[in-house]
Every structure is written in C-alpha cells, then in structure tokens.
C-alpha cells in the first residue's frame, strides 16, 4: 500500500469474539500516541462474550450480563460498528453491512483485514434440527435455554398427563465436548435443584442424557484418565451417558438417534455441528474444510492485506502438529500475534510466525468440580480443578469490573440459592402489522429489500426517479401486496411506496418469505407473475 495517500490506512475486524477484541487490543496499545492507522470493529452485538463462563448462565451461578463486558469499554479508541456483514468485496475492499432502522446499505472501504468470525451452529442437512434443536452458543442461546427450562418445570409441575410430563423432564444434550459437557452439567445441577421446589416432581422423574459419538466423553479436549472421571462423576449425578451415539434427527416430540432410538423430549440443545461464518462460504479464498487457509504470519494464501485469526482460520500449529486448536487461548494469541504483524505492513519492520503452545485444558462439571490439563503433565479432577478453574478464567475475565461482579455472584451462590425467575422476553413477530399516515414512505427506492407488505386499509403510490425527476407509475388498493422485486431479485427496491391516506399494512419479513416462497412453487409463481406484470407495464 502506497503510504503517501492522504488517508490513514484503516484496519477493519470482522467479529468480536476472543481472536477479534485481542486484536483490536494489541492495535490499541500499538497505536499509542501515534495516531498514524485507524481502527474499526464490525460485530453484530456491542459486547464480547467471556465464553468459557457461559454455561454457568444456566443455573443462574454468575448474572445474565456477568459473562458479557461493552465493547466500546475495553477498546475506547477502537470504532465499532454493531451490524453483520452482508457481502465483501476482495478486489475494491469494501464491505457490504446490514440495514440499520432504515434499509439502505452500509459500505465499509478498508486497507487491512483481519477474519476473526468464529463458528456457528449449524443444522444444515439435519432434519429436524435446525426447527426443533436449541443450539448453544452466545448469551441469547444460554437466556433462551434457561428460559425454557424453567418453562417446562412449571408445566410439569401441574401436567397430570404421565407421557407428556415424562417428556417435559427429559433433556437431551448432544455432543460430548466440553461445549455439550459442561451445559449437560450445569443444566443437571439447576433441574435437580430447582425440581425440589415443585410439589410431586421427585429426582427419580427427571431424565437427563447426554449423547456422544466417541469410545469417551472428551477424548479430544483431555486425557483418557480425566475423561474417565468426567463420565464417573457425571454418572453419579444422575446422567445418562450414551457413548457412539449420534443425533440423527428430531421432531417437536423427541430426539431420534442414529440406532433408531426415540427419545421423547421438550428439550434438545445440541452443541454440534458447527461451522464457520456463512459469509466465508461465498468467498473465492482459499479455504479447506470451510476454513480460512493461513500461513505462518496468519496472512489468507495469496491475499495481500488480508489476516485470520480465531475458529474460522485453519493456522500450523508451531509444533508442526496439524493445525491450531479452535480455544480462546489460541484466538487470544492469534489476534495479538495477526495485529503486530499489521503494525508492520503499516510502518515497517520484519513480520513474526505465530509461535504458541498450549497451557493446558480445562472444563467445569458442575457443583464445585472440574478437570484440568496443564502443560501436558499435571492434571487435576475434583474440588482443586473446579478452584483453578475458577481462579484461572476469573484473571482472564477482562474489565476489573466483571472480575468483581463474578467473584461476587460466585461467593453468594455459595449462600443463596438459584433464582428461579423465568424472564418472558418478546421476540420479533414474523408476521406483524404497522400503521403509515398522508405523506409518510414504506420504503424508499434503493433501500434493500426487508420485507414483503399487503395492503390493508388505505391507499399508496408506487413512485419511480430518473434522473432526477418523479414519476408516479400505480397505485395501491387495498388487498395488493408490494416489495415482491427487491426479495426475489436480491435487489435494492426499484420505486418508493409513498401512503396517500391513512395506511395499515401487514410486513413479512425476509426470512419468512424466502421460507414460504421456497416450498410453496405456486405461490412462488404468482409473485413472479406479478412482478413480471409490473415490469412489463413499466418499461
């Protein structure tokens, strides 16, 4: 990059999880008094999620906003742009954001960049998952999870159906990693506590399993001997193990395994399979497994400019080893190691390999019990894992902020019992109606395409500009439906909806209108009848 330009060189990171944050971090403390590059952080929420913590949301031992901190907090000199990222543009470097509370895209032009997306759950080719599975990973999911939990707990404490409360006690957890561990764990100790305060629910009612498609529960995160401990304890607990065990499928009613197995169910989280971000899969970069390939310096193969870091890279391990583990430990020292190699294209020097080996692993097991791996050599089970547990991820807890807040909550739950309040938050409707007055616009032309309207009450015109000048091509009546175009076309809108009298529409949303036009091709072909009616009128 020529450095003569006026600008300075802007360094874009996409996703705010371990590997983006420490990156825009190290930038930080690189930019120092200097000033001479910008920052920009693009996540679709405003705070970093502190992962390892999440499960304990669950059972209510931390607070629902005790694993999160404010982004704009830990990076006061870093922008942050809180919208997902739409499309990318490698050739013009320019990023593509979602709409905000008008739908008109956002661009985004950079001279660095640096990939740090993660994973996502993905259900794709489940059947049944993607409907009925509750996925695990981000605060939404564990608020969501504990939600209903406590949900079917009261359902079950005055079901009098015994095949339907059966099911309401029933929970199914798939994938024995640490991700499906420690929610089976953390969730088996909230019910089995929580069911004490329902008249008529004994602990003998309640199902808990947990499914793995391994010999062993861990056998990738630690070794044999602690994986051991692990199914013992859990065992003991009340859990059902069910080794070489997949999910197949689901139904609103049950989990049904790969042996043919139903197990009738209300609730089914499943910690696998992940992905990394949808965005990466249109890209033309290179990529294996739907990962990012990287060199040594976490440069993209044959990109200039271009870093990732974090779960959606595929990174050599140091050790010659594979690849890079997707932990937190990991993507911290990715992001560092990616950011002052950016520091380096900017003002100059030698670029360093990313040089790492891994202290150890650990996981919780619930009720003041752990498992711990560090340095390959020492390992701990029991009282002393869960306190290093502890004490390691509350250090690396960052903001002094939240360190206090955890250590607090942690302490009272050794005095207080669990809460048992059920927040009923709203959720988007998929259908929704909304009100226009004389003079006010649906939508715009060039905004993108959101939504679908029908046409209740009142009266509309369809208004078209070129160059510069109006022209109002129809009108609406009630019973007419508008803004098919930009949803069938992946296009911005072509005209401007403009109420005439007092309006009520009702407003499909994008999705759902994908969904509906996608497995109905009648109704499909009536919208593309319309539009092509429309076209040809206005042409």
């Known amino acids: 990059m020529n450095l003569a330009n006026s600008h300075k060189p802007r360094v874009v990171i996409l996703g705010g999880g371990f590997a983006g944050v420490y990156a825009a971090m190290e930038l930080e403390s690189q930019l120092a008094n200097r000033d001479d590059f910008e920052i920009t952080l693009v996540n679709k929420e405003n705070y970093f999620v502190f992962q390892p913590m999440l499960p304990e949301v669950i059972s209510g031992s931390i607070g629902i906003l005790d694993t999160v901190s404010p982004i704009r907090r830990l990076l006061p000199k870093t922008r942050l742009i809180v919208r997902d990222v739409e499309a990318l543009d490698l050739q013009q470097k320019n990023i593509t954001l979602s709409q905000g509370f008008r739908p008109r895209p956002y661009s985004l032009q ?91 629910i004994e602990q003998t009612d309640i199902r808990v399993v947990l499914l793995h498609s391994s010999e062993r529960i861990l056998d990738r995160e630690v070794s044999k001997e602690l994986g051991l401990y692990a199914e013992e304890l859990l065992y003991k607990r009340g859990v059902e193990i069910r080794l070489k065990t997949r999910l197949r499928s689901a139904s609103s009613d049950a989990a049904i395994l790969t042996t043919d197995e139903r197990i009738p169910t209300k609730t089914l989280v499943s910690t696998v399979p992940s992905s990394p971000h949808p965005l990466i899969d249109g890209l033309d970069i290179p990529k294996d497994k739907g990962k990012i390939k990287c060199n040594g310096f976490l440069e993209v193969e044959s990109l200039d400019g271009v870093w990732a870091v974090g779960d959606c890279a595929l990174i050599p391990n140091p050790s010659g080893e594979g690849f890079c583990p997707p932990t ?43 498992v711990a791996e560090l ?149 499909r072909q009536t919208f593309e009848n319309v539009m092509a009616k429309r076209m040809g009128k206005n042409k």
Request: aromatic share 12%; glycine share 10%; net charge neutral.
């Open 110 to 200: 950079y001279d660095y960049l640096v990939f740090a997306l993660g994973n996502v759950t993905d259900f794709r080719g489940m059947v049944g998952l993607p409907e009925h599975a509750l996925p695990f990973k981000n605060l939404a999911d564990a608020i969501f999870l504990r939600n209903h939990v406590i949900h079917v707990l009261e359902e079950a404490g005055i079901e009098s159906d015994p095949e339907l409360r059966q099911q309401l006690l029933t929970f199914v957890i798939a994938g024995g990693g640490f991700s499906g561990v420690e929610v089976c764990a953390e969730l088996n100790d909230f019910v089995r506590h929580a069911a004490k305060l329902y008249r008529g």
């Open 375 to 523: 340095f390959d050599y020492f390992r701990f089970s029991g009282f002393l894992a869960w306190f290093l547990w502890r004490t390691i991820y509350l250090w690396k807890l960052p903001g002094l902020d939240r360190k206090i807040k955890v250590g607090l909550a942690w302490a009272l739950d050794l005095l207080i019992p669990p809460e048992l309040v059920q927040l009923k938050l709203g959720t988007a409707q998929g259908v929704a109606q909304a009100h226009f007055e004389p003079g006010e616009v649906v939508f715009r032309q060039g905004d993108l395409g959101d939504s679908l309207y029908i046409l209740l009450r009142g009266e509309a015109e369809v208004v078209r500009e070129d160059h510069g000048e109006q022209k109002v091509i129809a009108h609406l009546q009630p019973g007419e439906f508008f803004g098919e175009m930009a949803l069938l076309n992946q296009k911005t809108r072509w005209a401007t909806i403009r109420c005439i009298k007092p309006t009520d529409v009702l407003t499909v949303k994008k999705g759902d209108f994908t969904a509906l036009v996608a497995n109905l091709p009648d109704m």
């Open 328 to 370: 937190a430990q990991y993507a911290i020292r990715e992001g560092t190691t990616a950011a002052r190699n950016i520091v380096v294209s900017v003002r100059g020097g030698q670029k360093k390999q990313f040089q790492f080996k891994g202290l150890g692993k650990m996981g919780s097991l619930g009720y003041r019990s752990a």
